[in-house]
């Protein structure tokens, strides 16, 4: 009845959920997951400040500069935790004398802020490969497509920008009823957050679908983002406590603290973003003639 109800793949999860995930970790350590997770991690480092760059710059042709930076902030929040105010002004800093920027440094942020797509479409072959053993991406879409996604996040920006500013707005109101007045600032304040954790899995949910080679179901999609997604919340706010509380990263590190913090925040949002690409990959290979067979990694060369 189960499986006539949710099909044999949920069916199988419902049913085994301490297996299935056993067998998303046994294969995420089988495709070196903490290694993919490393070199995503360095490279989104160097490419998250022109990235940004890049995209206030152009939308602050349409955005107040300075609302704009309040929404990047907030966000930034979500990616970087405790270490979003440090970008921001670092931000501001570059934005103020954007107008002396030669091509040349135009040209080198393009190149960088390309780099962690590049190297995240690698990982997700590494996770994907029995996808990439049936069909290739062309080397020109894969060229392209950074800059379509940067273009994307752009967009998205914007429009979650217009929609933070509304909520705030509403935040300020209040309801008058039977003699007594609320104020909407708490529901404001619950909007944005479930704002930002549904453009979160949206987000995530649009890596998948992109990254991967070949046609992924926006289903599949959706559950490897919400588990992401979930996973990433409870580690967000296990690291603000963490640099609030007990950190000494400033102690040991001096004026690398803010690189060594947000190295290790985009460490740990890699590792889940390529776990819930696992799961997502062990999912699909639930359906197939070798569900029961052990994860077997991509190998490189012959054996």
Known sequence: MLTRLLGPQAAYVMQHPGGFALRTLKGFRANQGLLLAGAVAYFALLSIVPLLILTVIALSH???????????????????????????????????????????????????????????????????????????RHFLISAVLPYCYIMSLALGLLLVTLVAGTLQALGQEAVQFLGRTWSLGGVSGLLLYLLGVLGEIFVVASIYMVMPVGRLRLSHALIGAAVATVLWEITRHVLVWYFATLSQISTVYGSLTTAIAVLLSLELAATLLLLGAQVIAEYERLGTPRARAAPEPMRLGAD
């Open 62 to 136: 349409v955005i107040d500069q300075g609302e704009l930076l309040q929404t990047v902030g907030r966000y930034l929040e979500w990616l970087v935790p405790g270490q979003s105010q440090a970008l921001v002004r670092e931000l501001s800093n570059f934005l103020e004398h954007r107008y002396v920027m030669s091509w040349v440094l135009l040209a080198t942020m393009l190149f960088f802020s390309s780099l962690a797509f590049t190297v995240l479409e690698n990982a997700m072959s590494v996770i994907f490969h029995h996808r990439v053993a049936i069909r290739r």
